[in-house]
């Protein structure tokens, strides 16, 4: 037999509901939060350390099957396409703003006319003006995926600048993609090949209307002291005294702007220039009569920094698809706990009177 009372269907006063409030609370304090999960996650609202009066419960569950219209993108918030009066800060044109360092695998052509794939790290960037708040930077990386399937030439890259450039509204933009260039050698001696990699990058630039493209290549090689070399062959002379010359791995940054009207410029080209103004490169495949015949080499090339700088000069001003360049060289001696540094450039585009503090850090090699 069911007994049923009348109060059950009343509404209950404040009092009732202040004393209901201070059992629960009571309770909360000598239950664990799982406890309380179970009797009913909305109990929480109810606990003051919670602090989460007037908020509503939320499901915690992945929505599978959520599928996003345009109606429901309409009422999304976008922060960046603000009006220019959520900036912080001056209110100042911002030269680049983008995105650095998200890789993808990209086929460049060879010079010997095959293609090859490599895992790329891209830049890129756009001009801001003073009175926008920011940019949707994803943009910059949907609009470069278009272009990911070819095979890429600056005509490539200068389709994908022009794209991003005009889905971000802005007047100038960069593009930069960084790669490590994987390139036969044969040994010196023994007739062995090994694969050399190389440090590259590609850059497009545009300015005010006008577009630059420059390669930037780290090539790494072996120095030799001619003091060093001529106090050793001094011990040995006049003293009959076994001495050594110190020498050491050195990299030299090559960046170059090729000229407008100018063929193409492949990186074999660019590295094969280096190699035949400072012939010491390092080696990959050495069997002993390799060793010997480096230390022939250097011997026969030993080289200041400075003599370095102006010799890579030297044969980048006798190639006519080159404009403007920089050459900066880093020995990093064997004899001195420092390293010794030089900086040439030829024409405007690369000249400075400050240098990033950290420049000569990154042409440290390591193999």
């Given at each position: 037999?069911?007994?049923?009372?009348?109060?059950?269907?009343?509404?209950?006063?404040?009092?009732?509901?202040?004393?209901?409030?201070?059992?629960?609370?009571?309770?909360?304090?000598?239950?664990?939060?799982?406890?309380?999960a179970e009797l009913d996650p909305l109990v929480s609202k109810?606990?003051?350390?919670?602090?989460?009066?007037?908020?509503?419960?939320?499901?915690?569950?992945?929505?599978?099957?959520?599928?996003?219209?345009?109606?429901?993108?309409?009422?999304?918030?976008?922060?960046?396409?603000?009006?220019?009066?959520?900036?912080?800060?001056?209110?100042?044109?911002?030269?680049?703003?983008?995105?650095?360092?998200?890789?993808?695998?990209?086929?460049?052509?060879?010079?010997?006319?095959?293609?090859?794939?490599?895992?790329?790290?891209?830049?890129?960037?756009?001009?801001?003006?003073?009175?926008?708040?920011?940019?949707?930077?994803?943009?910059?990386?949907?609009?470069?995926?278009?272009?990911?399937?070819?095979?890429?030439?600056?005509?490539?890259?200068?389709?994908?600048?022009?794209?991003?450039?005009?889905?971000?509204?802005?007047?100038?933009?960069?593009?930069?993609?960084?790669?490590?260039?994987?390139?036969?050698?044969?040994?010196?001696?023994?007739?062995?090949?090994?694969?050399?990699?190389?440090?590259?990058?590609?850059?497009?630039?545009?300015?005010?209307?006008?577009?630059?493209?420059?390669?930037?290549?780290?090539?790494?090689?072996?120095?030799?002291?001619?003091?060093?070399?001529?106090?050793?062959?001094?011990?040995?002379?006049?003293?009959?005294?076994?001495?050594?010359?110190?020498?050491?791995?050195?990299?030299?940054?090559?960046?170059?702007?090729?000229?407008?009207?100018?063929?193409?410029?492949?990186?074999?080209?660019?590295?094969?220039?280096?190699?035949?103004?400072?012939?010491?490169?390092?080696?990959?495949m050495v069997k002993r009569e390799d060793e010997q015949a480096?230390?022939?080499?250097?011997?026969?090339?030993?080289?200041?920094?400075?003599?370095?700088?102006?010799?890579?000069?030297?044969?980048?001003?006798?190639?006519?698809?080159?404009?403007?360049?920089?050459?900066?060289?880093?020995?990093?001696?064997?004899?001195?706990?420092?390293?010794a540094v030089s900086v040439l450039t030829e024409g405007p585009?690369?000249?400075?009177?400050?240098?990033?503090?950290?420049?000569?850090?990154?042409?440290?090699?390591?193999?």
């Open positions: 037999m069911n007994i049923h009372s009348s109060e059950l269907d009343q509404d209950p006063s404040r009092e009732e509901a202040e004393a209901a409030l201070a059992t629960l609370r009571r309770w909360a304090d000598v239950s664990s939060d799982s406890e309380i109810l606990i003051p350390r919670e602090e989460l009066l007037n908020y509503p419960a939320l499901a915690r569950a992945y929505p599978e099957d959520f599928a996003v219209d345009d109606a429901y993108k309409a009422t999304l918030p976008d922060l960046q396409n603000g009006p220019s009066s959520l900036i912080k800060g001056a209110q100042q044109q911002i030269q680049h703003v983008g995105i650095s360092n998200f890789r993808l695998p990209i086929r460049f052509r060879a010079r010997d006319g095959g293609d090859i794939q490599l895992e790329t790290s891209v830049t890129g960037t756009v001009s801001l003006e003073a009175e926008k708040k920011g940019i949707n930077m994803s943009r910059i990386m949907r609009t470069f995926y278009k272009y990911a399937d070819r095979t890429f030439s600056t005509g490539v890259i200068e389709s994908a600048l022009e794209d991003y450039k005009a889905d971000l509204e802005s007047f100038d933009a960069r593009i930069q993609m960084r790669f490590s260039y994987p390139m036969r050698v044969k040994s010196l001696r023994s007739g062995l090949e090994g694969f050399q990699y190389y440090d590259v990058a590609l850059e497009l630039v545009e300015k005010d209307g006008v577009r630059q493209k420059f390669i930037h290549l780290d090539y790494v090689y072996s120095s030799t002291c001619p003091c060093s070399l001529e106090l050793s062959e001094h011990a040995r002379q006049f003293r009959g005294q076994l001495a050594t010359p110190h020498s050491q791995r050195s990299v030299a940054r090559v960046s170059v702007e090729m000229t407008p009207a100018c063929e193409r410029l492949w990186f074999e080209d660019l590295i094969d220039m280096c190699r035949a103004a400072v012939p010491t490169e390092t080696q990959v480096f230390a022939e080499l250097n011997a026969a090339n030993p080289i200041f920094v400075e003599d370095a700088a102006r010799l890579f000069c030297e044969k980048l001003q006798q190639d006519p698809r080159i404009g403007d360049f920089r050459v900066i060289a880093s020995h990093q001696e064997s004899l001195h706990s420092h390293d585009t690369f000249a400075a009177h400050s240098l990033d503090p950290k420049l000569f850090n990154t042409l440290f090699h390591v193999g």
